[in-house]
């Protein structure tokens, strides 16, 4: 029996979708480590905005979220009540002001409130306690982290930010070659 | 069960500790060479910016880890804050056999005899501490030698008209510039000053068994993957264990100097690698953990002579603290000026390191080291936009084109700036942590305006079309990785802590053998003379223990 690809693929999304539905994962399912999904989608509208798409994928492509949700798991792990409550209290920021969420605003919308942001701009009771500037900050150099690190870490897919750059990847000049230990004890001595 | 007593014991394994160990073991000694951290290569953390040693956002690569070690740090206002080892205020080198030699830009310069007599050469400077070296420059350039020949250094000095007398030849050739060391050399030349190929401790020519530098653009903040930079890790210490004589005993955290009732050191305590507490005993302790560390032992080893610390009864342990304020300025150019050819820094100038009217030492001036592109995300002029389209289109266009120039101004010491141990703040095992405090001397500031602004000149020349300046300096603490200064050495038992051979005027079977020494820190990247002062304390306690076994 031969099956052609796009059927393959079909079957995929359907075995794979069907795992929604699977009776022991009742309420709210995230593919996050960290963040709910409704964190997720707002923090993906706003590393967007910090490096957007052009003719070079931007932040979403890179999977800066997934950096971020990655190490929210592990050495930010002391980070996830800043982030939890930061984004809970733009949202709510955003709503309030807007009527809508951020990510449903348009572009020149969004990036206005995130410059509010970045200069504590904003009349929020959350940020009375908070310093607004700091949260952006912190997200801001996470998400250059995640855009312009080491793929390793869950950002920078395949490389995306160093192809922007052209910086060859992987870097290899002239001979690789691994030294073995018992030759480095061989040295020179006066 | 019990260690077997050993002749000496050498806490820390860097650029000071390394030589040490290995010239005491080559004297036949029989030595432990302590090292909190481990064995560490290239491929555990291979090229990744995000735990480099420069840019530790997700940790510090080759240690310590933030599990278990912390320190204290005072602000200008009195704020006090624990710190972690990958934060910027906590003073990191690294924790692993080599310690910083593993991983740095491995440039090796000698300090010029100036810096040896900084208050000769220029008087008293209100407020700080400046003073003359107990050695001078002739003293230690054997050591010098020894360094260069015994861990590696390629370079021509011959292109600097500055660099102080040499009694023998470097054993390795300069590195070819790349790109834009040609464009500066250029510039500098049209400018009337002195330009050179910057010395380097990493092999230009297959050396001593290791194989050439190929040039890669991760090399500073990293391990070399084909050990082609020279560290104390790959050089001395083998050696030191090929004697049989020295055991390096890793991931052993050491907390006090054991001092008996006369006041001599009788070994330490220490704990192991399963935490365990333990005791080597020795007829020797050579401490050389780093500025911040050194001191912070001492502090800790009290006893009833030694109230305040051994060899610190008159309060000079942990004075002086100090660095290098770093002062740069960047340029953009029209073309590239970028060939991929690592490590970067490859070209240096003297012409501003002494004898610069008004100016009390100075610096030399060096193109910077390739930025990895997280790096290169803080590299914006002023005002520029720090995220969004254009800050991308910034990366994307200028990473290329961009050059930056900069350099270590030599700090004018201060007995504020220093490093104490916390009353209360206890590490991992329950040993005080240090606590940093003070600040710079103001006078760095006005350094630093001076490099900078030379440094701008310098890259216009070259044909930027558009520059800036960070000029360093400015009130904060000093310390950073060039950290130095904490157990001066000098004549007077009153305003010093070693005498002129590194051996504490109290105690005289305990030896500092790394930056600590320091009178003055020059205007020069400090590793070299670090491992000059370890082979230099290293041979004196060699001869010492020669005639009496150190036992008085």
């Known amino acids: 029996m031969s099956i052609n690809r796009r059927e393959f693929l079909k079957g995929l999304t359907l075995a794979g979708g069907s795992l929604l539905f699977f009776p022991a994962c009742k309420g709210n399912i995230s593919f996050w480590r960290v963040l709910t999904e409704e964190e997720a989608s707002l923090l993906t509208a706003i590393t967007e905005q910090i490096i957007p798409a052009d003719e070079d994928p931007g932040a979403t492509d890179a999977g800066v979220v997934n950096f971020i949700d990655k190490q929210l798991s592990g050495f930010y792990s002391g980070l996830k009540d800043s982030y939890r409550n930061g984004l809970e209290a733009f949202q709510d920021y955003c709503r309030k002001k807007t009527g809508a969420n951020f990510e449903a605003l348009a572009w020149d919308v969004q990036t206005g409130l995130l410059k509010d942001l970045e200069a504590n701009r904003i009349d929020h009771p959350y940020w009375e306690e908070n310093t607004a500037s700091r949260f952006f900050s912190m997200i801001r150099n996470h998400t250059m982290q995640g855009f312009y690190g080491s793929p390793r870490h869950g950002g920078n897919k395949n490389y995306v930010s160093y192809k922007m750059m052209r910086i060859d990847y992987p870097h290899v000049i002239g001979r690789n070659i691994y030294t073995p230990r018992s030759e480095t004890l061989n040295i020179y001595q006066p | ?552």
């Open chain 2, 1 to 552: 069960m019990r260690n077997r007593h050993v002749n000496a014991v050498v806490i820390g394994s860097g650029a000071g500790g390394g030589p040490a160990a290995k010239e005491l073991a080559n004297n036949g000694m029989t030595v432990v060479l302590f090292e909190r951290g481990d064995w560490q290569a290239f491929d555990e953390h291979n090229d990744d910016e995000l735990c480099s040693q420069r840019t530790t956002v997700l940790g510090n690569a080759y240690g310590p880890d933030q599990d278990k070690h912390w320190r204290v740090v005072v602000d200008s206002r009195g704020n006090e804050r624990i710190v972690y080892p990958h934060e910027g205020g906590y003073n990191n080198n690294a924790a692993c056999v080599g310690s910083g030699t593993l991983s740095y830009g491995a440039m090796a310069w000698r300090f010029m005899p100036e810096d040896f007599r900084m208050k000769s050469e220029y008087g008293h400077v209100e407020g700080s501490t400046l003073e003359d070296w107990p050695i001078s420059y002739d003293d230690l350039e054997p050591f010098y030698t020894q360094a260069e020949w015994e861990i590696g250094v390629a370079g021509a000095d011959p292109q600097n008209p500055f660099v102080p007398d040499r009694k023998k030849p470097l054993p390795m050739p300069p590195f070819e510039y790349n790109l834009e060391g040609r464009i500066l050399f250029e510039a500098a030349k049209r400018k009337g000053w002195h330009p050179f190929p910057i010395p380097m401790l990493r092999n230009s020519i297959p050396y001593a068994g290791r194989p050439a530098c190929y040039r890669m653009r991760t090399c500073v903040g990293f391990a070399c993957p084909v050990n082609a930079k020279c560290g104390t890790q790959n050089t001395v210490i083998p050696v030191a264990m090929a004697t049989g004589n020295c055991e390096v005993r890793t991931r052993c955290q050491v907390a006090e100097i054991m001092l008996d009732d006369k006041g001599r050191a009788t070994g330490v305590k220490y704990f192991d690698r399963f935490n365990k507490p333990q005791i080597q005993t020795a007829d020797v302790v050579v401490v050389a953990g780093s500025a911040t560390e050194t001191a912070r032992l001492l502090l800790n080893s009290k006893s009833k002579l030694f109230p305040a610390g051994a060899g610190n009864n008159y309060d000079w342990v942990g004075r002086n603290l100090q660095g290098h304020a770093y002062t740069a300025a960047f340029g953009l150019f029209d073309d590239e000026v970028y060939d991929d050819v690592g490590p970067g820094a490859c070209i240096a100038i003297c012409d501003f390191n002494h004898h610069v009217d008004g100016i009390v030492g100075g610096g030399l001036l060096a193109n910077e080291f390739i930025p990895m592109p997280y790096l290169y995300t803080g590299t914006r002029p002023p005002g520029a936009a720090g995220w969004g389209k254009e800050h991308k289109d910034f990366q994307r266009n200028q990473f290329k084109k961009t050059i930056a120039v900069m350099g270590p101004f030599q700090e004018i010491p201060n007995f504020e700036s220093r490093v104490s141990v916390d009353p209360a703040v206890k590490d991992f095992w329950g040993i005080p942590v240090a606590r940093l405090s003070g600040s710079r001397h103001p006078y760095d500031r006005k350094g630093c305006e001076m490099m900078s602004a030379r440094a701008e000149e310098w890259l216009l020349e070259a044909g930027a079309h558009f520059t800036w300046q960070r000029i360093g300096g400015g009130p904060g603490l000093s310390g950073g990785q060039h950290q130095a200064g904490t157990c001066r050495m000098g004549n007077d038992k009153k305003t010093s802590v070693t005498n002129r051979f590194g051996q504490l005027h109290e105690i005289d079977n305990v030896f500092v053998a790394d930056g600590s020494l320091v009178v003055t820190n020059g205007g020069f990247n400090p590793a070299l003379t670090i491992m000059a002062l370890g082979f230099y304390v290293g041979h004196h306690i060699a001869d010492m223990w020669k005639g009496t076994r150190l036992k008085s």
